[in-house]
């Protein structure tokens, strides 16, 4: 029994320090959402690259920075149905918003003030779900903050909403900076060994 729970904390780790303890998905949120807010006022094919440079980020980060580090991790089934539960529950939340959604604009009297909502709780919502299966309480707190910025944008104008987006992008790109510094030091590369013949 005891094994078994050691077992559970050692995957749990290494789950948690392949999702969010190198930083990388925290750069790529960081630029997807700058892209976001430039896009608003600078419209250019350029800057729609920018989405293309996050994924690279992220693919070759993990590749190149963070496996050579920590090594390949096969979780087990217990993960494995976690996923599926999060799967669920955003298919099932999804529905839910969109519903309401729909029933606020297709009713005798829409309510504008639930279909502004709509798209903030649908964004927050899937944000804290993927946050809590995968224990990753920054990406929570990043799809709140979108969210909140959406929600400006209803109460006053779309610039605020891009000025909100934009700093919020910048957070998060510093603290994926950061996390990523404090993972290289925490796991350098191990030494190779050297075999004299």
Do not use: C
């Amino acid at each position: 029994m005891t094994e078994e729970m050691d077992l559970r904390k050692i995957e749990k780790k290494a789950w948690s320090t392949y999702m969010s303890q190198d930083g990388l998905y925290d750069i790529f949120i960081g630029i997807m959402l700058l892209t976001l807010a430039i896009q608003a006022y600078f419209y250019n094919i350029w800057f729609t690259s920018l989405i293309f440079v996050a994924v690279l980020v992220v693919t070759l980060g993990k590749m190149f920075i963070t496996l050579p580090r920590i090594g390949l991790v096969k979780f087990g089934k217990t993960r494995m149905m976690k996923q599926m539960k999060m799967m669920i529950a955003l298919l099932i939340v999804f529905l839910a918003v969109l519903t309401l959604y729909y029933l606020s604009v297709l009713g005798n009297k829409p309510h504008e003030i639930v279909g502004r909502l709509a798209i903030p709780a649908l964004i927050a919502s899937i944000f804290v779900i993927v946050a809590f299966f995968l224990n990753y309480i920054r990406l929570g707190i990043y799809g709140l903050l979108y969210a909140f910025s959406e929600i400006l944008r209803g109460v006053y104008d779309k610039p605020i909403r891009n000025i909100a987006i934009l700093i919020i992008g910048i957070i998060a790109l510093i603290i994926g900076l950061y996390v990523l510094l404090q993972f290289l030091k925490k796991y350098p590369l191990p030494d190779k060994e050297v075999s004299i013949t």
